[in-house]
Structures are given as structure tokens and as C-alpha cells.
């Protein structure tokens, strides 16, 4: 029992690590009007994916997100029990990390940012915020492929998924809201009841973090015996 609770407890810790930071800025940055700024969003989301990947990554890979999970296990490095079992656990870590904030944080900026709730920009369609979700994620998996999971990729425990999401926050995070994790955006979707656009957060990540994650596997990935 313990050893199946490990990885589960290290997926909702970590994911707590990014949403807990990363939402705990927009809040902040509505309360200080502005003082926190988009640069200093990007940077809590990413140095705390980063930390939260290395503090997580030897005891259930650190995977922290719905789409790179599913990604996984599109080829075949996860099953679909231990992906399902992730997923709830990844959910679970953004909503109480959400909800810690609801509880401690002022009420009021907190509501005006919708408690970090993505949202596309008035002149964005559905397709494109898609379309800029994927791409973002597609940069996400293909730095998770690169840096943690190829045997080859050099020692920088999860840093290097960090600094493409905080450079993915500063190019989209204007357009979509750059959330690249439905369990990112469905913890503050729930807590704060706002679920425009929803799907985009689900669809978008999962199409570009599968499509990063096969191109990987089936064309880079060196398959010589060791």
C-alpha cells in the first residue's frame, strides 16, 4: 500500500508546488496592482515546475500534468492504471492548492483574477487558443522528452521543463493564459466556478504533448542497445 501511495502523494505534492506558486502570483500581482507583472508570473510557474519535477521525479517521474501523462502513456512508458491513479492525483493537488488560496488569500483579488482561471483574449477563436496550447505543450513534452526521460539527457533534473514554461508564459500567456495543464487550469476553473473555454485547456495540451512526446519516441529516441 505504501509503495502505491508514494508516487501518487509525489504527484499531488508537485502539482500543489506549481499551482499553489504560479496562481498564488496572479493573485498577488491583482492585490500589489501589478507590481508582480507577467515576468514574474512566468518565473513562479516555471522555477516551481522545476523544483517541483526534481523533488518528484525519483519517486514517480514527475510527471505534474494530465497531458504529459497521457503523453506517456501514448508511447507506451506508463499504463493506463498508473496514468488514470496520476491524473486524479495531479487534479486533486491543483484544486487544494486553489482552495489554500480561497481560504488565506484577500477575497477580492482573488475573485477579480478568478482565482487564475486561463482565459483566451477577446481577439483569440477557440481554434487558435487550441492551436497556441498545443504548440506551448508541444515545447513542454518535447523539454520533458529531451531533458528527463531520454537516458541520454543531460542531469538537470526538471529545470529544463521550468525555463520553457516560464519563456511559453511570456510568448502566450497574453493569448490563452498559457496553461499547458488542464490539472492547472481545471483547480482554478473549479474553485473559482468558471468554466468558459474549458475544453481548449483539455484538448490543446493533450494534442501537442502526444504529438511532441511520438515524434520523440519514433524519431529521436536512440533505440541502439546500450
Not at 526534481?54 to 508511447?75: C, D, E, F, Q, R
Not at 486553489?98 to 477580492?108: H, M, N, R, S
Not at 513534452?141 to 529544463?160: L, Q
Request: charged residues 10%; proline residues 4%; contains cysteine.
Amino acid at each position: 500500500m505504501r509503495n502505491t501511495l508514494r508516487p501518487l502523494a509525489a504527484e499531488f505534492v508537485g502539482t500543489f508546488f506549481l499551482v499553489f506558486c504560479g496562481v498564488g502570483a496572479i493573485v498577488s500581482d491583482i492585490y500589489r496592482a501589478g507590481s508582480v507583472g507577467l515576468l514574474g508570473i512566468a518565473i513562479a510557474h516555471g522555477v516551481a515546475l522545476g523544483i517541483g519535477i526534481t523533488a518528484t521525479m525519483k519517486i514517480s517521474g514527475g510527471h505534474l500534468n494530465p497531458a504529459v501523462t497521457l503523453g506517456l502513456l501514448s508511447i507506451g512508458r506508463t499504463n493506463a492504471k498508473t496514468a488514470g491513479t496520476y491524473i486524479l492525483a495531479q487534479l486533486a493537488g491543483a484544486v487544494v492548492a486553489v482552495l489554500a488560496i480561497k481560504g488565506l488569500y484577500p477575497e477580492q483579488p482573488g475573485a477579480i483574477s478568478q482565482y487564475g482561471a486561463p482565459r483566451l483574449a477577446n481577439d483569440i477563436s477557440t481554434v487558435q487558443g487550441i492551436v497556441i496550447e498545443a504548440i506551448m505543450t508541444f515545447l513542454l513534452a518535447f523539454a520533458v522528452m529531451g531533458t528527463a526521460v531520454d537516458a541520454r539527457a543531460p542531469k538537470v533534473g526538471g529545470f529544463g521543463v521550468g525555463l520553457i514554461v516560464m519563456c511559453d508564459i511570456l510568448a502566450g500567456g497574453q493569448m490563452t493564459g498559457a496553461a499547458m495543464n488542464p490539472a492547472r487550469a481545471f483547480g482554478s476553473m473549479l474553485v473559482g466556478w468558471q468554466w468558459t473555454g474549458a475544453l481548449i485547456y483539455w484538448i490543446g495540451p493533450i494534442l501537442g504533448a502526444v504529438v511532441a512526446m511520438q515524434l520523440y519516441e519514433r524519431l529521436l529516441m536512440d533505440k541502439s542497445p546500450a
